[in-house]
């Protein structure tokens, strides 16, 4: 199940990011990655210190607004090579309803149009 899970998770155009509670780096996409310059040796590491492409600097914000509220956040960031994402910033819950940080899902909106 892993593997058939991170193959997909892999394929897919769909960029995810893991943080746990203090908002530390916990997994991701590859997808993401390239948009956040992130790489496995960031695992463990805050976001707030990681050098993203997006305009828009209230990704971090949102995140401490769902940590909070524990309502997801949905809109449309642009990255600095101008192509439109839309962000989304869900808690992130265990199968025990236990709220262990947030997920962060960017998805290219030139790929939802085609």
């Known amino acids: 199940m ?3 899970l991170s193959n997909f998770l892999s394929s ?3 960029g995810i990011l893991f943080l746990d509670s203090k908002l530390n780096i ?3 996409t590859e997808y ?7 790489m496995d040796h960031d695992i463990g590491r805050p976001l707030q210190i990681i050098c993203h492409s997006f305009t828009d600097d ?23 090579n101008n ?14 309803n236990t709220i262990k940080g947030v997920v962060v899902t960017i998805i290219d909106n030139n790929l939802r149009a085609s």
């Open 58 to 80: 209230s990704i971090i914000d949102d995140a401490k607004t769902v940590l909070k509220n524990l309502i997801p956040i949905d809109r449309e960031i642009k990255a600095a």
């Open 12 to 14: 897919t155009m769909i």
């Open 32 to 38: 993401i990655g390239r948009e956040f310059n992130i």
């Open 83 to 96: 192509k439109s994402y839309n962000l989304r910033v869900a808690p992130y819950r265990t199968t025990d």
């Open 2 to 4: 892993t593997n058939d």
């Open 26 to 28: 916990r997994k991701f």
